[in-house]
């Protein structure tokens, strides 16, 4: 009779856990940077420029005008004229005499609306009557934490003239 052999395996035991706990630390650090990255690009956003470009990207041959509308009223900029809510439609607003100096001189001149998140209802009520004027007008939505930034030099000259 024949005997049968044994063969001893021997068996390799391998630890991962070294492996595993540098892999979680590193992935804790991409983790890490990418918070601080986006908190970075956040905070960097929170300041917004209104240029007046068309849609194909480049400048408007009319001067704007801007306007921000909010849920209590708008702001006209760069002067920082306020008109509550309730005396939007009034014509002896600051909102009223910018819509005749503008339908007055349609060809050279136009409104641009920041709308903050809660400013919906007011902009549809500055549209209309803007719509009414017959005056071309652009919209921009805005976060309600941006802080406003106006490039055109031209425009807060003229408005120091025309509003104040």
């Keep these: 009779m024949m005997r049968k052999r044994s063969i001893s395996r021997q068996v390799n035991n391998v ?3 070294p492996f595993l706990s540098v892999l979680v630390c590193t992935i804790g650090t991409l983790i890490l940077l990418i918070i601080v990255s986006a908190s970075q690009i956040l905070n960097s956003q ?3 420029a209104l ?8 400048n408007q041959k ?3 005008h801007y306007i921000e509308c909010r849920e ?6 760069p002067s ?7 005396d939007i439609t009034n014509s002896g607003s600051a909102l009223g005499q910018l819509i005749l100096q503008v339908s007055s001189r349609k060809e050279q001149e136009y409104i641009i609306v920041a709308v903050r998140p809660d400013g919906f209802p007011v902009f549809r009520q500055v ?3 803007l719509e009414k004027a017959d005056i071309d007008i652009g919209f921009e939505p805005i976060d309600q ?3 406003l930034k106006f490039k055109n030099s031209k425009l807060k000259t003229q408005n120091s003239k025309l509003i104040s």
């Design 15 to 17: 630890e991962l856990f």
């Design 46 to 48: 929170s300041e917004v």
């Design 51 to 58: 240029i007046a470009k068309s849609e194909d990207g480049k």
């Design 62 to 64: 009319k001067n704007p």
């Design 72 to 77: 209590d009223g708008i702001i006209i900029h």
């Design 80 to 86: 920082q004229e306020f008109v509550a809510s309730e």
């Design 127 to 129: 549209r209309t009557l």
């Design 145 to 147: 934490g941006w802080k």
